[in-house]
Protein backbone atom coordinates (compact mmCIF):
# COMPACT_ATOMS: atom_id res chain seq x y z
CA UNK A 1 0.00 0.00 0.00
CA UNK A 2 1.33 3.32 -0.80
CA UNK A 3 0.10 5.87 1.90
CA UNK A 4 0.23 9.81 1.41
CA UNK A 5 -0.80 11.89 4.02
CA UNK A 6 -1.26 15.92 4.20
CA UNK A 7 1.25 16.21 1.39
CA UNK A 8 2.38 19.93 0.44
CA UNK A 9 4.56 21.32 -1.98
CA UNK A 10 4.97 24.92 -2.77
CA UNK A 11 7.63 26.41 -5.14
CA UNK A 12 8.94 29.69 -5.09
CA UNK A 13 7.24 32.04 -6.43
CA UNK A 14 5.66 31.07 -4.05
CA UNK A 15 3.29 28.83 -6.25
CA UNK A 16 1.25 26.06 -4.29
CA UNK A 17 1.45 22.67 -6.47
CA UNK A 18 0.03 20.27 -3.96
CA UNK A 19 -2.06 21.65 -1.04
CA UNK A 20 -2.12 19.12 1.26
CA UNK A 21 -2.94 15.60 -0.51
CA UNK A 22 -4.16 12.58 1.20
CA UNK A 23 -3.92 9.14 -0.27
CA UNK A 24 -4.43 5.11 -0.03
CA UNK A 25 -3.41 3.44 -3.44
CA UNK A 26 -3.73 -0.24 -2.92
CA UNK A 27 -1.65 -2.66 -4.96
CA UNK A 28 -2.57 -2.89 -8.86
CA UNK A 29 -3.89 -0.04 -11.20
CA UNK A 30 -4.41 3.80 -9.89
CA UNK A 31 -5.16 6.53 -11.83
CA UNK A 32 -4.50 10.55 -11.22
CA UNK A 33 -6.34 12.23 -13.41
CA UNK A 34 -6.87 16.12 -13.86
CA UNK A 35 -6.17 18.74 -16.31
CA UNK A 36 -2.91 20.19 -16.83
CA UNK A 37 -1.41 22.37 -13.52
CA UNK A 38 -3.11 20.31 -11.20
CA UNK A 39 0.05 18.93 -9.79
CA UNK A 40 -0.02 15.25 -11.30
CA UNK A 41 3.53 15.89 -11.91
CA UNK A 42 4.89 17.45 -8.80
CA UNK A 43 3.02 14.43 -6.78
CA UNK A 44 4.52 11.57 -8.71
CA UNK A 45 8.05 13.31 -8.62
CA UNK A 46 7.53 13.18 -4.72
CA UNK A 47 6.06 9.80 -4.33
CA UNK A 48 9.46 8.85 -6.99
CA UNK A 49 11.82 10.38 -4.52
CA UNK A 50 12.96 12.51 -6.85
CA UNK A 51 11.40 15.98 -5.45
CA UNK A 52 11.74 17.13 -2.11
CA UNK A 53 7.85 17.60 -0.70
CA UNK A 54 7.95 21.38 1.46
CA UNK A 55 5.38 18.88 4.16
CA UNK A 56 3.97 15.38 4.65
CA UNK A 57 4.46 12.02 4.73
CA UNK A 58 5.16 9.59 2.16
CA UNK A 59 4.99 5.35 2.92
CA UNK A 60 4.81 2.83 0.77
CA UNK A 61 4.48 -0.68 2.70
CA UNK A 62 5.68 0.70 5.58
CA UNK A 63 8.80 2.46 4.40
CA UNK A 64 9.14 6.27 4.56
CA UNK A 65 10.06 7.46 1.13
CA UNK A 66 10.60 11.10 1.72
CA UNK A 67 12.84 10.22 4.52
CA UNK A 68 15.04 8.37 3.38
CA UNK A 69 14.39 7.81 -0.90
CA UNK A 70 17.76 6.11 -1.03
CA UNK A 71 16.34 3.30 0.87
CA UNK A 72 13.25 2.55 -0.89
CA UNK A 73 14.74 3.23 -4.39
CA UNK A 74 15.04 -0.69 -5.27
CA UNK A 75 11.22 -0.70 -4.87
CA UNK A 76 9.95 2.39 -6.83
CA UNK A 77 10.04 2.12 -10.89
CA UNK A 78 9.43 5.79 -12.78
CA UNK A 79 9.07 6.87 -16.12
CA UNK A 80 8.76 10.62 -16.50
CA UNK A 81 6.96 12.89 -18.30
CA UNK A 82 9.40 13.14 -20.70
CA UNK A 83 12.12 10.66 -20.90
CA UNK A 84 15.26 11.31 -22.79
CA UNK A 85 17.06 8.98 -25.24
CA UNK A 86 20.32 8.68 -27.52
CA UNK A 87 18.59 8.61 -30.92
CA UNK A 88 21.64 7.04 -32.09
CA UNK A 89 22.11 3.99 -29.78
CA UNK A 90 20.05 0.66 -30.35
CA UNK A 91 17.65 -0.55 -28.17
CA UNK A 92 19.29 -2.97 -26.25
CA UNK A 93 22.21 -0.63 -26.09
CA UNK A 94 20.37 2.39 -25.03
CA UNK A 95 18.34 0.11 -22.53
CA UNK A 96 21.83 -1.54 -21.00
CA UNK A 97 23.11 2.22 -20.44
CA UNK A 98 20.00 3.06 -18.64
CA UNK A 99 20.26 0.45 -15.98
CA UNK A 100 24.00 0.76 -15.66
CA UNK A 101 22.56 4.48 -14.26
CA UNK A 102 20.01 3.42 -12.29
CA UNK A 103 22.88 0.79 -10.62
CA UNK A 104 20.01 -1.75 -11.27
CA UNK A 105 21.70 -5.59 -10.19
CA UNK A 106 21.99 -8.09 -13.08
CA UNK A 107 23.01 -11.64 -11.68
CA UNK A 108 22.65 -13.42 -14.79
CA UNK A 109 24.70 -10.65 -16.52
CA UNK A 110 23.16 -6.87 -18.10
CA UNK A 111 22.94 -8.43 -21.66
CA UNK A 112 20.46 -11.43 -20.12
CA UNK A 113 18.70 -9.05 -18.07
CA UNK A 114 18.38 -6.38 -20.97
CA UNK A 115 16.72 -8.83 -23.19
CA UNK A 116 13.88 -10.53 -20.58
CA UNK A 117 13.17 -6.71 -19.89
CA UNK A 118 12.90 -6.03 -23.73
CA UNK A 119 10.48 -9.09 -23.95
CA UNK A 120 8.66 -7.82 -21.41
CA UNK A 121 7.79 -5.14 -23.13
CA UNK A 122 7.59 -6.88 -26.44
CA UNK A 123 10.10 -4.85 -27.99
CA UNK A 124 12.79 -7.83 -29.32
CA UNK A 125 12.22 -7.41 -32.33
CA UNK A 126 13.67 -3.69 -32.60
CA UNK A 127 16.82 -4.29 -30.17
CA UNK A 128 19.24 -3.99 -32.35
CA UNK A 129 17.36 -0.94 -34.14
CA UNK A 130 18.72 2.77 -32.98
CA UNK A 131 16.24 4.71 -31.00
CA UNK A 132 15.66 7.30 -33.83
CA UNK A 133 14.04 4.88 -36.12
CA UNK A 134 11.12 3.94 -33.26
CA UNK A 135 7.86 5.21 -32.83
CA UNK A 136 6.75 7.45 -30.25
CA UNK A 137 5.09 4.35 -28.36
CA UNK A 138 8.11 2.01 -29.24
CA UNK A 139 10.35 4.50 -26.48
CA UNK A 140 7.11 4.81 -24.11
CA UNK A 141 7.56 0.75 -23.61
CA UNK A 142 10.98 1.43 -23.84
CA UNK A 143 10.48 3.60 -20.87
CA UNK A 144 8.68 0.92 -19.07
CA UNK A 145 11.46 -1.66 -19.46
CA UNK A 146 13.84 0.50 -17.43
CA UNK A 147 11.67 1.25 -14.78
CA UNK A 148 10.56 -2.58 -14.37
CA UNK A 149 14.07 -3.37 -14.33
CA UNK A 150 14.95 -4.98 -10.75
CA UNK A 151 10.83 -6.03 -10.00
CA UNK A 152 9.25 -2.25 -8.26
CA UNK A 153 6.84 -2.79 -6.07
CA UNK A 154 5.18 0.53 -7.73
CA UNK A 155 5.62 1.58 -10.50
CA UNK A 156 4.75 5.11 -11.34
CA UNK A 157 4.05 6.63 -14.79
CA UNK A 158 3.30 10.17 -15.64
CA UNK A 159 1.42 11.27 -18.84
CA UNK A 160 2.82 7.92 -20.59
CA UNK A 161 -0.40 8.06 -23.35
CA UNK A 162 -0.08 11.81 -24.10
CA UNK A 163 1.38 11.96 -28.20
CA UNK A 164 0.64 7.91 -28.76
CA UNK A 165 -1.68 7.15 -31.71
CA UNK A 166 -5.17 4.70 -30.86
CA UNK A 167 -3.15 1.42 -31.95
CA UNK A 168 0.19 2.25 -29.48
CA UNK A 169 -1.85 3.52 -26.79
CA UNK A 170 -4.15 0.42 -26.78
CA UNK A 171 -0.70 -1.87 -26.93
CA UNK A 172 0.70 0.46 -24.23
CA UNK A 173 -2.47 -0.37 -22.10
CA UNK A 174 -2.13 -4.24 -22.08
CA UNK A 175 1.45 -3.85 -20.54
CA UNK A 176 0.55 -1.80 -18.09
CA UNK A 177 -2.32 -3.68 -17.36
CA UNK A 178 -0.33 -6.61 -17.38
CA UNK A 179 2.56 -5.20 -14.87
CA UNK A 180 -0.68 -4.47 -12.35
CA UNK A 181 -0.91 -7.86 -11.49
CA UNK A 182 1.76 -8.11 -10.03
CA UNK A 183 2.49 -4.45 -8.36
CA UNK A 184 1.34 -0.92 -7.48
CA UNK A 185 0.85 1.24 -10.86
CA UNK A 186 0.16 4.91 -9.95
CA UNK A 187 -0.76 6.35 -13.55
CA UNK A 188 -1.11 10.07 -13.98
CA UNK A 189 -2.85 11.27 -16.88
CA UNK A 190 -5.26 14.30 -18.43
CA UNK A 191 -6.70 11.55 -20.84
CA UNK A 192 -10.00 10.36 -19.03
CA UNK A 193 -10.09 7.24 -21.99
CA UNK A 194 -7.14 6.33 -19.86
CA UNK A 195 -8.74 6.10 -16.91
CA UNK A 196 -12.20 4.52 -18.08
CA UNK A 197 -10.10 1.59 -19.92
CA UNK A 198 -7.21 1.11 -17.27
CA UNK A 199 -8.19 1.98 -13.76
CA UNK A 200 -10.97 0.07 -11.43
CA UNK A 201 -10.27 3.37 -9.32
CA UNK A 202 -8.97 6.79 -9.77
CA UNK A 203 -8.71 9.85 -7.63
CA UNK A 204 -9.46 13.25 -9.13
CA UNK A 205 -6.51 15.88 -8.79
CA UNK A 206 -7.72 19.78 -9.43
CA UNK A 207 -5.40 22.72 -8.38
CA UNK A 208 -3.12 21.15 -5.88
CA UNK A 209 -6.19 19.39 -4.51
CA UNK A 210 -7.85 15.79 -4.55
CA UNK A 211 -11.65 16.47 -4.86
CA UNK A 212 -12.71 12.51 -5.51
CA UNK A 213 -11.40 8.83 -4.88
CA UNK A 214 -13.63 7.01 -6.69
CA UNK A 215 -14.12 4.09 -9.12
CA UNK A 216 -15.04 4.79 -12.88
CA UNK A 217 -18.94 3.24 -12.33
CA UNK A 218 -19.51 5.14 -9.11
CA UNK A 219 -18.74 8.44 -10.90
CA UNK A 220 -21.20 7.67 -13.70
CA UNK A 221 -23.59 6.18 -11.47
CA UNK A 222 -23.36 9.95 -9.56
CA UNK A 223 -25.24 11.54 -12.77
CA UNK A 224 -27.86 9.13 -13.70
CA UNK A 225 -30.98 9.78 -14.59
CA UNK A 226 -29.66 13.75 -14.88
CA UNK A 227 -28.02 14.01 -17.81
CA UNK A 228 -29.98 15.52 -21.11
CA UNK A 229 -28.68 16.15 -24.39
CA UNK A 230 -29.64 18.41 -26.85
CA UNK A 231 -28.91 20.80 -29.91
CA UNK A 232 -28.85 24.94 -30.04
CA UNK A 233 -27.54 27.62 -31.21
CA UNK A 234 -25.14 29.88 -29.39
CA UNK A 235 -27.70 32.15 -27.91
CA UNK A 236 -29.40 29.28 -26.62
CA UNK A 237 -26.29 27.67 -25.30
CA UNK A 238 -25.13 30.78 -23.27
CA UNK A 239 -29.24 30.56 -21.77
CA UNK A 240 -28.69 27.28 -20.82
CA UNK A 241 -25.33 27.70 -19.35
CA UNK A 242 -27.33 30.08 -17.08
CA UNK A 243 -29.45 27.55 -15.37
CA UNK A 244 -27.51 24.23 -15.63
CA UNK A 245 -24.20 22.58 -15.69
CA UNK A 246 -23.30 22.37 -19.59
CA UNK A 247 -20.52 19.16 -18.99
CA UNK A 248 -20.16 18.87 -22.99
CA UNK A 249 -20.74 21.81 -25.64
CA UNK A 250 -19.42 20.60 -29.50
CA UNK A 251 -20.22 21.86 -32.89
CA UNK A 252 -22.14 19.53 -35.04
CA UNK A 253 -22.68 20.46 -38.43
CA UNK A 254 -23.07 24.40 -37.44
CA UNK A 255 -24.64 23.67 -34.40
CA UNK A 256 -23.89 23.09 -30.81
CA UNK A 257 -24.73 19.86 -29.41
CA UNK A 258 -24.68 19.69 -25.81
CA UNK A 259 -24.80 17.57 -22.64
CA UNK A 260 -25.91 19.04 -19.32
CA UNK A 261 -26.93 18.07 -16.13
CA UNK A 262 -30.58 18.69 -14.97
CA UNK A 263 -31.09 19.07 -11.60
CA UNK A 264 -34.20 20.37 -10.95
CA UNK A 265 -37.28 20.41 -12.65
CA UNK A 266 -38.00 19.45 -16.54
CA UNK A 267 -34.80 19.61 -18.81
CA UNK A 268 -35.34 22.29 -22.05
CA UNK A 269 -37.54 21.72 -24.68
CA UNK A 270 -36.06 18.62 -27.05
CA UNK A 271 -33.68 17.32 -24.43
CA UNK A 272 -32.96 13.80 -24.21
CA UNK A 273 -32.33 11.62 -21.53
CA UNK A 274 -28.76 10.24 -21.96
CA UNK A 275 -26.19 7.89 -20.46
CA UNK A 276 -23.31 9.51 -18.59
CA UNK A 277 -19.85 9.16 -19.43
CA UNK A 278 -16.79 8.88 -17.50
CA UNK A 279 -15.97 12.13 -19.70
CA UNK A 280 -19.13 14.03 -17.48
CA UNK A 281 -18.71 12.70 -14.80
CA UNK A 282 -15.20 14.28 -14.66
CA UNK A 283 -16.36 17.79 -16.12
CA UNK A 284 -18.35 17.77 -13.08
CA UNK A 285 -15.91 17.07 -10.30
CA UNK A 286 -12.96 19.47 -12.04
CA UNK A 287 -15.45 21.85 -12.19
CA UNK A 288 -17.12 21.52 -8.26
CA UNK A 289 -13.32 22.27 -7.02
CA UNK A 290 -13.15 25.25 -8.87
CA UNK A 291 -16.84 26.52 -7.75
CA UNK A 292 -18.13 24.24 -5.05
CA UNK A 293 -21.09 26.23 -4.20
CA UNK A 294 -22.89 26.10 -8.13
CA UNK A 295 -21.63 23.02 -8.94
CA UNK A 296 -20.92 19.95 -6.09
CA UNK A 297 -25.34 19.81 -6.09
P1 LIG B 1 0.49 18.77 -13.98
O1 LIG B 1 1.49 17.68 -14.03
O2 LIG B 1 -0.82 18.33 -13.42
O3 LIG B 1 0.33 19.50 -15.28
P2 LIG B 1 2.49 20.19 -12.38
O4 LIG B 1 2.77 19.36 -11.17
O5 LIG B 1 3.46 20.14 -13.50
O6 LIG B 1 1.00 19.87 -12.91
O7 LIG B 1 2.35 21.72 -11.94
C1 LIG B 1 1.52 22.15 -10.85
C2 LIG B 1 1.71 23.64 -10.65
O8 LIG B 1 3.03 23.90 -10.20
C3 LIG B 1 1.53 24.47 -11.91
O9 LIG B 1 0.96 25.71 -11.54
C4 LIG B 1 2.94 24.66 -12.40
O10 LIG B 1 3.06 25.87 -13.15
C5 LIG B 1 3.70 24.76 -11.09
N1 LIG B 1 5.11 24.30 -11.20
C6 LIG B 1 5.52 23.09 -11.63
N2 LIG B 1 6.87 23.00 -11.55
C7 LIG B 1 7.31 24.18 -11.06
C8 LIG B 1 8.60 24.72 -10.74
N3 LIG B 1 9.72 23.99 -10.91
N4 LIG B 1 8.67 25.98 -10.26
C9 LIG B 1 7.55 26.72 -10.06
N5 LIG B 1 6.30 26.27 -10.34
C10 LIG B 1 6.18 25.02 -10.84
Known amino acids: MLTVRKLVKVYAGPVTALAGVDL ?5 MFGLLGPNGAGKSTFMKIVSGLLEASSGDVTLDGDDILADPWKVREKLGYLPQ ?8 SGERMLAYLLRLKGVEAPGGTKRLVGELLER ?3 TFAAKRRVKEWSGGMRQRLGIAQAIAGNPRLLI ?7 LDP ?3 QRF ?24 VLCPRFAVISRGRLVATTTPGDARRSLEGRLFEGTGTDEELARIRAEHFVTQAVLVEGNNRMRIRVDHGAPPPGFAPVVPTLEDAYMVMVASA ?8
Open 82 to 89: DFGFYPNL
Open 157 to 163: VDEPTAG
Open 121 to 123: VNL
Open 167 to 169: EER
Open 290 to 297: NAPAEVAA
Open 173 to 196: YRILAELAEERIVLLSTHIVEDVA
Open 24 to 28: DVPPG
